[in-house]
């Protein structure tokens, strides 16, 4: 897979990690994450490409593959989301998976959903079909983008050389870092609705 890829990048530049990532957020499930990691360590080893490039690149490609499965989990709705766990062959699990995150976290599953495994493929579309207000959703999309694909190009730019690591540890390191995000989140959103209740006990 890695020679073929580099024969892309040869070829086509960012052109492939456009593609690959955008396929990906709009529900395919290609091989996105090793894309990222393999074209960071090129620019790294060979410097065909760049990591500012890549990082630009990549965010824009993900916000966008995650609009287009946004757009097809919303007018195509439950049934075409059973319908493409068939043909992918995407688990129960990773389906309920997703489920139990919109249900629980609400907005904030678009933005962690990309640190977790399998997740990134049905965020978008699952959004469209739970009806998740659209600008809502572009915000979280975008800042989760932002900080995905900065986070593992830079991954795979400054730790390429450790390859064999770095693929058998990248499911650990982003599950790590989404963990790290929610508590961060959760900690705010509650100092955040405390300051009201204080404000009122004061003004008692």
Not at 46 to 59: A, K, N, P, S, Y
Not at 96 to 112: D, I, K, L, P, Q
Not at 127 to 155: C, D, R
Request: hydrophobic share 50%.
């Amino acid at each position: 897979m890695f020679e073929l890829l580099r024969r892309y990048f040869a070829e086509y530049g960012y052109w492939t990690v456009a593609v690959v990532l955008l396929l990906e957020n709009a529900g395919i499930p290609v091989p996105g994450e090793t894309t990222l990691l393999f074209a960071a360590f090129l620019a790294f080893s060979e410097h065909h490409l760049t990591l500012l490039g890549i990082i630009l690149i990549g965010v824009i490609a993900c916000t966008l593959g995650d609009n287009a499965g946004y757009w097809i989990g919303y007018h195509g709705g439950r049934p075409l989301l059973e319908h493409q766990r068939r043909i992918f062959r995407i688990s129960d699990e990773n389906l309920h998976r997703g489920e139990s995150f919109f249900a629980r976290y609400g907005s904030f599953t678009v933005f962690f959903a990309r640190f977790v495994f399998g997740m990134r493929i049905l965020a978008g579309p699952m959004a469209g079909v739970l009806k998740m207000p659209w600008k809502k959703f572009v915000l979280f999309n975008f800042l989760g983008a932002v900080l995905w694909v900065s986070v593992i190009a830079s991954l795979g730019y400054f730790f390429g050389t450790h390859w064999d690591w770095l693929t058998s540890q990248i499911e650990i390191v982003e599950v790590a870092l989404g963990a790290g995000l929610l508590i961060a989140v959760a900690v705010w959103w509650r100092q955040r609705n405390r300051m009201p209740a204080r404000r009122s006990a004061r003004a008692e």
